[in-house]
């Protein structure tokens, strides 16, 4: 570093032979076209005796005749080292050296730069880091609550993150358009609105969360669907792609349910209701993506004071049910309207329904209901007696589990004729109990 650039031309030159002893680094480099050797030096003197510690360094055209115990060949010029000089040398001499190549014509800064990395050795701190590839969980119940001639009001329930958080998303992207998705949900995605400033954050999973899309144009029918993204940038499917129209005929005010067994009642309110034919009641399992139409409920046309609705529903097994509403006005244009949740529970004791109608006809058909709680299926019959406790026949047999059950019967025997008009007794037979109706056939 005292020395340079100085130039191999086998002339002699006049030299700083200062080297610096441990802890220090000393380095020196050769360079020219053919490349580069740059070494880095550290000397310990501490347990070696009489001895001074210089830089080597001989360039004439005496070659290494330089008096010094070399090869002594006399060819060599620009020999470059470290020396020891003085008298009754001893001890022990610790010298670390360490020799890097590189291309030719490097410069004294890339040797400072070498000396300084050995000096300092680069740290390394190994820590183990999840990585997460999978994306939060779908939006399942995106839904328009409300609309107007600009804004359609959205809800749904905050998805959780994958299983190395269990906690929220990050965040939402909203994509609206005014062109149907078809098929193709991508092309579909490439070419829609999407929303990501002024949404809310994700909350808590299944917490309930809202937005009103604003700037919308008037009489049209939009295309929205809502995704979550986690922090490792995952995003979520698509929701299901909701349809709502800017103005639309009906202003709703109240939506829910009272669940009775597996008897699911609906009861809405509207504000105001403008050219409103009527409501579509759709209904879909949790485990299902698809939405089946269960019910139209006819609507009050224009009326300024709204007006009250109510619908029921049967539904066969437990399990938890959405429903939602379609309102339509009287063009045949109906909006996404509101989603409800309701849970259907397992009946808790088996129980055995007056048939409807009783009485009945005979040929005509009435129904018979029943619910069962076994867990695991289980064989169950179905026999019908007549007053003095003959038994007239096995209707109905098969295994079931836990469930809500309707069967119909049109008075016919297992033999094919029908029962005569009279009183009767039909009897479930689970495997636990006995459970006993009386039913009465009119003459046809």
Same mark, same amino acid.
């Given at each position: 570093?005292?020395?340079?650039?100085?130039?191999?031309?086998?002339?002699?030159?006049?030299?700083?032979?200062?080297?610096?002893?441990?802890?220090?680094?000393?380095?020196?480099?050769?360079?020219?076209?053919?490349?580069?050797?740059?070494?880095?030096?550290?000397?310990?003197?501490?347990?070696?005796?009489?001895?001074?510690?210089?830089?080597?360094?001989?360039?004439?055209?005496?070659?290494?005749?330089?008096?010094?115990?070399?090869?002594?060949?006399?060819?060599?010029?620009?020999?470059?080292?470290?020396?020891?000089?003085?008298?009754?040398?001893?001890?022990?001499?610790?010298?670390?050296?360490?020799?890097?190549?590189?291309?030719?014509?490097?410069?004294?800064?890339?040797?400072?730069?070498?000396?300084?990395?050995?000096?300092?050795?680069?740290?390394?701190?190994?820590?183990?880091?999840?990585?997460?590839?999978?994306?939060?969980?779908?939006?399942?119940?995106?839904?328009?609550?409300?609309?107007?001639?600009?804004?359609?009001?959205?809800?749904?329930?905050?998805?959780?993150?994958?299983?190395?958080?269990?906690?929220?998303?990050?965040?939402?992207?909203?994509?609206?358009?005014?062109?149907?998705?078809?098929?193709?949900?991508?092309?579909?995605?490439?070419?829609?609105?999407?929303?990501?400033?002024?949404?809310?954050?994700?909350?808590?999973?299944?917490?309930?969360?809202?937005?009103?899309?604003?700037?919308?144009?008037?009489?049209?029918?939009?295309?929205?669907?809502?995704?979550?993204?986690?922090?490792?940038?995952?995003?979520?499917?698509?929701?299901?792609?909701?349809?709502?129209?800017?103005?639309?005929?009906?202003?709703?005010?109240?939506?829910?349910?009272?669940?009775?067994?597996?008897?699911?009642?609906?009861?809405? #309110?509207? +504000?105001?209701?403008?050219? @409103?034919?009527?409501?579509?009641?759709?209904? $879909?399992? *949790?485990? !299902?993506?698809?939405? /089946? #139409?269960? +019910?139209?409920?006819?609507? @009050?046309?224009?009326?300024?004071?709204?007006? $009250?609705? *109510?619908? !029921?529903?049967?539904? /066969? #097994?437990?399990?938890?049910?959405?429903?939602?509403?379609?309102?339509?006005?009287?063009?045949?244009?109906?909006?996404?309207?509101?989603?409800?949740?309701?849970?259907?529970?397992?009946?808790?004791?088996?129980?055995?329904?007056?048939?409807?109608?009783?009485?009945?006809?005979?040929?005509?058909?009435?129904?018979?209901?029943?619910?069962?709680?076994?867990?695991?299926?289980?064989?169950?019959?179905?026999?019908?007696?007549?007053?003095?406790?003959?038994?007239?026949?096995?209707?109905?047999?098969?295994?079931?589990?836990?469930?809500?059950?309707?069967?119909?019967?049109?008075?016919?025997?297992?033999?094919?004729?029908?029962?005569?008009?009279?009183?009767?007794?039909?009897?479930?037979?689970?495997?636990?109990?006995?459970?006993?109706?009386?039913?009465?056939?009119?003459?046809?």
């Amino acid at each position: 570093p005292n020395n340079g650039p100085v130039t191999v031309d086998a002339q002699q030159d006049t030299i700083d032979k200062t080297i610096l002893v441990h802890p220090q680094l000393n380095w020196d480099m050769v360079t020219g076209d053919l490349g580069s050797i740059i070494k880095i030096i550290r000397i310990n003197l501490d347990s070696l005796n009489n001895a001074t510690a210089s830089l080597y360094y001989h360039d004439a055209t005496s070659g290494t005749a330089d008096g010094t115990p070399d090869t002594g060949d006399g060819v060599s010029f620009g020999d470059v080292g470290l020396q020891l000089s003085g008298t009754d040398i001893n001890g022990l001499f610790p010298i670390f050296i360490e020799s890097v190549f590189l291309p030719g014509r490097q410069t004294p800064e890339t040797a400072a730069l070498l000396r300084d990395q050995v000096d300092q050795p680069l740290q390394k701190a190994i820590r183990m880091q999840a990585f997460d590839a999978i994306p939060p969980a779908a939006i399942a119940d995106l839904s328009i609550t409300e609309s107007t001639d600009f804004t359609l009001s959205l809800e749904w329930t905050a998805p959780g993150d994958d299983s190395l958080s269990n906690g929220p998303a990050v965040s939402y992207t909203l994509y609206y358009s005014t062109m149907a998705p078809g098929d193709n949900l991508e092309n579909w995605r490439q070419y829609a609105t999407a929303v990501t400033e002024g949404l809310p954050t994700p909350a808590e999973p299944g917490t309930q969360q809202a937005y009103t899309l604003e700037g919308l144009e008037a009489g049209k029918a939009y295309y929205i669907a809502l995704t979550a993204t986690d922090d490792f940038g995952n995003e979520s499917p698509l929701t299901t792609i909701v349809q709502a129209n800017t103005t639309v005929p009906v202003q709703l005010v109240a939506f829910r349910a009272e669940v009775d067994g597996n008897q699911v009642s609906l009861f809405w #309110q509207t +504000a105001s209701e403008i050219n @409103n034919a009527g409501f579509f009641v759709d209904r $879909r399992a *949790e485990s !299902s993506e698809k939405w /089946q #139409q269960v +019910a139209y409920v006819k609507g @009050n046309g224009t009326n300024e004071n709204g007006g $009250r609705y *109510e619908w !029921s529903d049967r539904v /066969q #097994q437990p399990g938890v049910y959405f429903y939602r509403l379609r309102p339509m006005d009287a063009d045949g244009r109906s909006a996404g309207g509101p989603q409800i949740r309701v849970n259907v529970t397992v009946p808790r004791v088996a129980r055995l329904y007056p048939n409807y109608p009783n009485p009945f006809r005979q040929g005509q058909p009435t129904v018979i209901q029943y619910d069962l709680p076994a867990p695991t299926p289980e064989p169950i019959t179905l026999r019908l007696f007549n007053v003095l406790g003959q038994e007239l026949g096995v209707l109905y047999r098969d295994r079931q589990s836990a469930g809500y059950y309707q069967w119909q019967w049109d008075g016919r025997l297992p033999n094919g004729q029908l029962a005569a008009p009279g009183i009767y007794f039909l009897i479930l037979e689970t495997g636990h109990q006995q459970l006993i109706r009386k039913l009465a056939i009119l003459p046809f």
